[in-house]
């Protein structure tokens, strides 16, 4: 039996990335979406012509009745899950006077308690494995304009750490902090270049660069804790 990966936020960007790149590693894929579902089975497609099994599972990452669902779902198609990547995010530069408490419950539901109890989920269906948490390299500043995602993918580091001591030594934990890697959707090349310039590195990420850290972390058994920053020196700034 292959291992078995589930991706959330699997059908576009970074996740449509590591699916893939984790297909050709040898993983058969659980691709979680929201509501790309065309690109889900595009990617699914893909995914099956490598020789790899492929499940899209839909649904709201919002919904607390889901993640018990999905991880059991998951298990009963393709089998124990070996790797966990949270990567299901939303981006949005809302500053402190201007933030609801909608937006408070979304980004919190999405960036904290989708990966807390999906993580409770997978543990008490599989007695070894990891989980990587897609964080980003704002967690180590404060970044006022975008003031609920920064303090809810701040809340995600530390969730992070707190399951790589709980949930070890049979699953390891980790985190993966980019930086300037893409721009957000409805932004261009200007945004993301402008951002890069302020970087030691002066220039944006590639995709290949976070696939590699991913690589990295799969690879190797002993680390655990870990936060991984592949954003170009931008949180130094």
């Known amino acids: 039996m292959n291992p078995v990966c589930l991706v959330t936020g699997g059908a576009k960007r970074l996740g449509r ?21 065309k690109s889900a089975y595009e990617i699914k497609s893909e995914i099956k012509a490598l020789g790899r099994r492929c499940f899209c599972v839909q649904g709201d990452l919002r919904d607390p009745q889901f993640y018990t669902r999905c991880i059991e779902t998951v298990t009963q198609t393709l089998g124990t899950i070996s790797l966990l990547i ?12 201007d933030s609801k408490q909608k937006t408070f419950d979304d980004y919190f539901a999405l960036h904290l308690r989708a990966p ?6 997978y543990a008490l269906n599989a007695k070894s494995g990891a989980i990587i948490n897609m964080l ?20 995600l580091k530390d ?18 902090c980019p930086g300037p890697i893409l721009a957000p959707e409805g932004e261009g090349d200007a945004y993301l270049n402008a ?16 696939l590699n850290a ?14 991984l920053y592949v954003d170009g020196g931008q949180r130094l700034s």
Do not use: W
Request: proline content about 3%; glycine content about 4%; charged content about 20%.
């Open 86 to 97: 949270n990567n299901a995010s939303i981006f949005e530069k809302i500053c402190f006077k």
């Open 17 to 37: 990335a590591m699916a893939l790149m984790l297909a050709n590693a040898g993983y058969d894929i659980a691709l979680h979406y929201h509501a790309s579902e």
């Open 136 to 155: 980003d390299s704002s967690v180590d500043v404060y970044a006022e304009d975008a003031f609920i995602y920064t303090l809810s993918k701040k809340s």
């Open 159 to 176: 969730l992070t750490l707190l399951l790589a001591k709980t949930l070890a030594p049979g699953i390891r934990v980790n985190g993966i």
């Open 116 to 121: 807390l109890f999906l993580a409770q989920a």
């Open 214 to 227: 991913v690589q990295y972390l799969m690879r190797s058994k002993y680390i655990n804790g870990e936060i």
């Open 195 to 210: 951002i890069s310039e302020k970087t030691p590195m002066k220039r944006p990420g590639t995709v290949e660069d976070i």
